[in-house]
T-cell receptor, first 108, second 113 residues
Framework: AQRVTQPEKLLSVFKGAPVELKCNYS??????LFWYVQYSRQRLQLLLR??SRESIKGFTADLNKGETSFHLKKPFAQEEDSAMYYC??????????FGKGTRLHILP | KAGVTQTPRYLIKTRGQQVTLSCSPI?????VSWYQQTPGQGLQFLFE???????NKGNFPGRFSGRQFSNSRSEMNVSTLELGDSALYLC????????????FGSGTRLTVV
């Protein structure tokens, strides 16, 4: 069965420290994963897609098929990175499967 | 261009009532999906419409229904409201069936008292 697991509900990181938000998946086939972000009082928005291999706001994510992971990383955390982050599997049967989300709290 | 628009932003209803939520997708987007967001369960898929046809439905009771109009606007209806239906209801639209991601609206905050 398709599943996305984000093991941390809350992650607190000091400003300037590296950030890693964990995401593990279960998916039959070749996955194309996404990270979505929801800043306080803003709408949920797409942060980045695995397939585009992009870096958005300093964040990157590498798909590791061996470990079935798609962790989100940033070398130096900024206060504006505080938000809720969701890892998501691509639509199958036309629905996205979201993880439960990790709240990232950047400490000053 | 305008984003995904959801109305109303906030709703307060009493148990047993019914409610209709509206979503206008980005112009040109024909796929509209609905999600329920709660602190305990996170984001849960409700259903998805494409060209006025429901293509998939999540694990929600039949009290939750929806439809899509020819202009791609979509409505979601919840009948016989229960306290547990209190949530943020999100609508998302996509141009290409989600392969490049979805664009979400701000949501409708439904409170059932």
């Amino acid at each position: 069965a398709q599943r996305v697991t984000q093991p941390e509900k809350l992650l607190s990181v000091f400003k300037g420290a590296p950030v890693e938000l964990k995401c593990n998946y279960s998916y039959s086939g070749s996955p194309e994963l996404f990270w979505y972000v929801q800043y306080s009082r803003q709408r949920l928005q797409l942060l980045l897609r695995h397939i585009s291999r992009e870096s958005i706001k300093g964040f990157t994510a590498d798909l590791n098929k061996g470990e079935t992971s798609f962790h989100l990383k940033k070398p130096f955390a900024q206060e504006e990175d505080s938000a809720m982050y969701y890892c998501a599997l691509p639509p199958r049967d036309d629905k996205i499967i979201f993880g439960k989300g990790t709240r990232l709290h950047i400490l000053p | 261009k305008a984003g995904v628009t959801q109305t109303p932003r906030y709703l307060i209803k009493t148990r047993g009532q019914q409610v209709t939520l509206s979503c206008s997708p980005i112009s040109g987007h024909r796929s509209v999906s609905w999600y329920q967001q709660t602190p305990g369960q996170g984001l849960q898929f409700l259903f998805e419409y494409f060209s006025e046809t429901q293509r998939n439905k999540g694990n929600f009771p039949g009290r939750f229904s929806g439809r899509q109009f020819s202009n791609s606007r979509s409505e979601m209806n919840v009948s016989t409201l229960e306290l547990g239906d209190s949530a943020l209801y999100l609508c998302a639209s996509s141009l290409d069936e989600g392969a490049r991601g979805y664009t979400f609206g701000s949501g409708t905050r439904l409170t059932v008292v």
